[in-house]
């Protein structure tokens, strides 16, 4: 049996006739065609979804007091989010690149990260392998033309050229895939985790980093890939909430273990005073929502 769409598209009148209707308040006509003109409809309702009622209860949709300012009031606390975020994931990224890179020269040669016998699984380096030449083969990239042009043995640029171009993905693949645990935790030492619990922490953060990248909502999303929550250093272990269940992964853990990080890269780095600057003014105070600790201000990495 078929079940076809029926859904009509409406004006961006009709859109704030609905609402209205629904229970929420807009003060402001202007501002709230505004905001669904230039950020649409469909994209802020993710954004109201806090605000309605639980499903089969009668009366409005939404619950009292709501309206369209503290709509938007979070959708740019989570713009705000994605920001201090990404910045975050991007200077941590290209730590890890430049140890990974370094590491591998260092250990092997220029080329070493093109020796099968570094990783686990065959089938798995050639088809990390295949993905990297091929992007090799057709990178716009000036130093990559550059290697193409003036040398042909080997084919492949060396490590540090090739790790400015990879994805976060394909350098966490690269990087988790390496036999000799001892090689893992050589290119971790910098970052002040061991590689058991970097591997999978760079992989949560890639996926971190792509819903930031694609500005998806991100205060209270959950996330399927999770972390290896560290016993150590103690202060570390003890801002964790490893009182986590067995549903996907709050924001919480993300953004400890992406402070920690980064005052391992950068000691002077105020990103956790910034982290909690935004959060003091969220516009629902619902943390919880994002994995928060009631406590969360009384443990270490807070204070």
Not at 207 to 220: D, E, K
């Amino acid at each position: 049996m078929s079940r076809p769409f029926t859904k009509p598209a409406m004006t961006i009148a009709q859109q704030m006739s609905h609402l209205s209707a629904q229970g929420m308040a807009i003060p402001d006509a202007a501002a709230a065609e505004y905001w669904l003109r230039h950020v649409s409809y469909y994209r802020l309702s993710a954004y109201w979804l806090p605000f309605e009622k639980p499903k089969g209860q009668p009366g409005p949709r939404f619950v009292n007091g709501t309206s369209f300012d503290r709509v938007i009031a979070l959708y740019e606390f989570d713009r705000r989010l994605r920001l201090l975020l990404m910045s975050a994931i991007e200077r941590i990224e290209v730590a890890v690149r430049g140890s990974w890179a370094y590491t591998l020269a260092h250990q092997g040669g220029p080329h070493s990260y093109l020796d099968a016998s570094l990783y686990s699984e065959r089938r798995q380096f050639h088809d990390n392998f295949s993905r990297l030449a091929r992007e090799v083969g057709t990178s716009p990239e000036t130093y990559i033309d550059h290697y193409r042009r003036t040398y042909d043995d080997p084919a492949m640029p060396p490590v540090w050229m090739v790790a400015e171009m990879m994805s976060f993905g394909q350098l966490s693949r690269w990087y988790s895939s390496l036999d000799d645990r001892a090689l893992r935790n050589a290119i971790a030492k910098p970052l002040g985790l061991p590689e058991v619990v970097l591997v999978p922490l760079l992989k949560h953060l890639s996926t971190v980093r792509n819903s930031c990248a694609h500005h998806a909502r991100l205060w209270n999303r959950g996330f399927l890939i999770r972390m290896k929550l560290p016993q150590k250093p103690a202060a570390l272990a003890a801002t964790l909430d490893s009182n986590l269940g067995a549903g996907p992964a709050r924001l919480y853990n993300s953004l400890v273990l992406s402070g920690y990080l980064l005052q391992q890269i950068d000691v002077s780095t105020n990103w956790v005073s910034e982290i909690v600057a935004l959060l003091s003014n969220h516009p629902t105070g619902d943390l919880a929502a994002m994995g928060f600790p009631q406590d969360w201000q009384t443990r270490p990495m807070w204070k």
